[in-house]
Structure formats: structure tokens, C-alpha cells
């Protein structure tokens, strides 16, 4: 199982681009989340997933956009980058069921905004 | 609502020291508990968990007590490593197990 997987690892924007931060898990999770960690903090849930077809905002889900088409899939959409999403991206899953609640996190996607 | 509150750092230690990481929850219910390690340049690792009162998690040396009495989980571990330099998060999922509440993580750096 290769887990849970971020690309890129790195990418800088300018403000207005857009990208897409790319997330995929092999482990048939039905739990998917996006967390943005700025330095020195805690993780902040941007949005997450229940499963296919269900989305559902986090604390901070302004300027952002995910959709969850397959279960292993949940793509992260910056639409109009802004200097204040600089940070770094981490993907997170895990199986909702008795003794299996543990989030497994990909290895995070650092963004800059300039 | 459900939230985590955990020590500030940053903490030094000398190797072989004695570690302690306080971290205190507020829940309704009966939530699970974790503790996390970030390692530079890394994601986030699960280091041990607890699910009930009175569990005590343990990994790599590093310990936490789940105490509902106090609400607390801190982490301990007897003789610290340089190789234990890393960011410890305090953290729990809700009831539904579908949230997860994260402290802020502590810095730990040990010296040789």
C-alpha cells in the first residue's frame, strides 16, 4: 500500500492562478480530509469527505473547492490563489469502523502564494 | 464544541532526559485520543492512541494515560533521544468519528 499520496510537494503561485492539489489513497478509506497548517500552528480542516458524492466544509473553507468523484480521489481546487493560502496542504484519511478511527496523513504539499 | 489544548513549546531537553507534554481536551461524549508526530519536511504520524477512560496507549518508549477524571492525555516518555526531535500533537475524534480536533503541536528539540 503506497497510503495516502499529495502532488506536488512543492508549487508556487502567483495570486489569481488556480491549481489543483492532487490526494489519493489505496486503503479504501471512506474518510478523506483537507488541512492547511500554517507555521508554527496546529491544523485547520479545510473540507472533508464521508464518501463518493459527499462533501462537507471544515473551518476554513473559503476560496477553496473539493469534490470526491471515487473513493480513493479528493482533489483540493485554489481558484483565485491570495498571498493569505501560503501554507502547507496535508491529505488525511481513515476508515470509519470499530477500532480503526486513526487518520493516516499524506506527506503535504507546500504552497506559496505570491 | 470539542477542542484540544496542548502545551506551548518549544521544549529542550538534554538526551536521557525525562519528557512531558501536557494536553488537556474538552468533549461531549466519549471521545478517542491520540498523540501525533511530525518530523521535519513530513506529514503527520500516528505515535499511540487510546479509545476509552483508563487506556493507556504506548509506543517507542512514549506513553499517555487517557484520564476523563481530569480530561487529560498528556504524553510521556522516561529518557529522550535526539531522534525524538519532532512536533507532538495532542488530538481526538468525536462520537461520530468523523472530526478530529488537533492541538497546536509542541516542538521538541534534544540536545546530545
Known amino acids: 500500500n503506497a497510503g495516502v499520496t499529495q502532488t506536488p510537494k512543492f508549487r508556487i503561485l502567483k495570486i489569481g492562478q488556480s491549481m489543483t492539489l492532487q490526494c489519493t489513497q489505496d486503503?479504501?478509506?471512506?474518510?478523506m480530509y483537507w488541512y492547511r497548517q500554517d507555521p508554527g500552528m496546529g491544523l485547520k480542516l479545510i473540507y472533508y469527505?464521508?464518501?463518493?458524492?459527499?462533501?462537507d466544509k471544515g473551518e476554513v473553507p473559503n476560496g477553496y473547492n473539493v469534490s470526491r468523484s471515487t473513493t480513493e480521489d479528493f482533489p483540493l481546487r485554489l481558484e483565485l490563489a491570495a498571498p493569505s493560502q501560503t501554507s502547507v496542504y496535508f491529505c488525511?484519511?481513515?476508515?470509519?469502523?470499530?477500532?480503526?478511527?486513526?487518520?493516516?496523513f499524506g506527506p503535504g504539499t507546500r504552497l506559496t502564494v505570491l | 464544541g470539542d477542542s484540544v489544548t496542548q502545551m506551548e513549546g518549544p521544549v529542550t531537553l538534554s538526551e536521557e532526559a525525562f519528557l512531558t507534554i501536557n494536553c488537556t481536551y474538552t468533549?461531549?461524549?466519549?471521545?478517542?485520543l491520540f498523540w501525533y508526530v511530525q518530523y521535519p519536511g513530513e506529514g503527520l504520524q500516528l505515535l499511540l492512541k487510546?479509545?476509552?477512560?483508563?487506556d493507556k496507549g504506548s509506543n517507542k518508549g512514549f506513553e499517555a494515560t487517557y484520564r476523563k477524571e481530569t480530561t487529560s492525555f498528556h504524553l510521556e516518555k522516561g529518557s529522550v533521544q535526539v531522534s525524538d526531535s519532532a512536533v507532538y500533537f495532542c488530538?481526538?475524534?468525536?462520537?461520530?468519528?468523523?472530526?478530529?480536533?488537533f492541538g497546536t503541536g509542541t516542538s521538541l528539540t534534544v540536545i546530545p
Open positions: 488525511a484519511s481513515n476508515l470509519l469502523a470499530p477500532g480503526y478511527n486513526e487518520q493516516f
Open positions: 486503503m479504501n478509506h471512506n474518510y
Open positions: 469527505s464521508v464518501g463518493a458524492g459527499i462533501t
Open positions: 468533549a461531549t461524549g466519549y471521545p478517542s
Open positions: 487510546a479509545t476509552k477512560a483508563d
Open positions: 488530538a481526538l475524534s468525536d462520537n461520530t468519528g468523523n472530526q478530529f480536533y
